[in-house]
């Protein structure tokens, strides 16, 4: 369960960073918590640096083209955190997210920080794979997902190889002092 500490009077650094910044390959704005939807977690964990979903935050396109933030606020009580927290543990395997309140003012929003995962690849409950693009979630294609299973169980193979060698190396060193 979120804590104390996972409340901001104020906006914190990162959430203004972010808010200054269109939406992009670690940002994404949800206008409410309805918006939010599992792909949109997923997209993050797979992404190799994750990403932030600020919920209560309104992307404005101006005239210029250009694209600004607008806090419009959302519900920051424990019904919302456990919607979103919800949300990541339905995804295969479970996402561990950090959900954080906001305050712009009067005005609070919910800022969640998903990790890049270690478990990658991630999907939804529904077998959706999707990764972060420009802005936008991309879909994972059979190519790069099947990069991305070679990938962990190389390095999974690796691990279980190097262990394996170490103790044959220590079984002979007492092979050796045995008959020596």
Do not use: W
Not at 22 to 39: A, H, I, P, T, W
Request: aromatic fraction near 4%; hydrophobic fraction near 35%; charged fraction near 30%.
């Amino acid at each position: 369960m979120p804590s104390d500490r996972d409340t901001y009077k104020r906006i914190s650094k990162r959430a203004k960073e972010a808010l200054v910044r269109s939406e992009g390959l670690d940002v994404e704005f949800k206008e409410s918590l309805s918006g939010l939807d599992s792909d949109d977690i997923v997209a993050f964990a797979n992404s190799p640096h994750g990403g932030m979903i600020l919920i209560g935050v309104k992307e404005i396109k101006k005239k210029s083209g250009k694209s600004e933030a607008k806090i419009v606020g959302s519900r920051v009580g424990d019904r919302a955190k456990q919607a979103i927290l919800s949300k990541c543990q339905s995804c295969v395997p479970p996402i561990s997210a950090r959900v954080i309140v906001e305050n712009s003012g009067a005005i609070a929003f919910l800022r969640v920080d998903v990790p890049s995962g270690d478990e990658q690849p991630y999907c939804t409950s529904g077998g959706t794979y999707k990764i972060r693009g420009d802005g936008r979630n991309m879909t994972l294609t059979p190519s790069v997902l099947l990069s991305m299973f070679v990938e962990r169980e190389s390095q999974q193979f690796l691990l279980r190889f190097r262990e394996a060698t170490r103790r044959m190396e220590s079984e002979l060193d007492n092979l050796r002092d045995h008959i020596l």
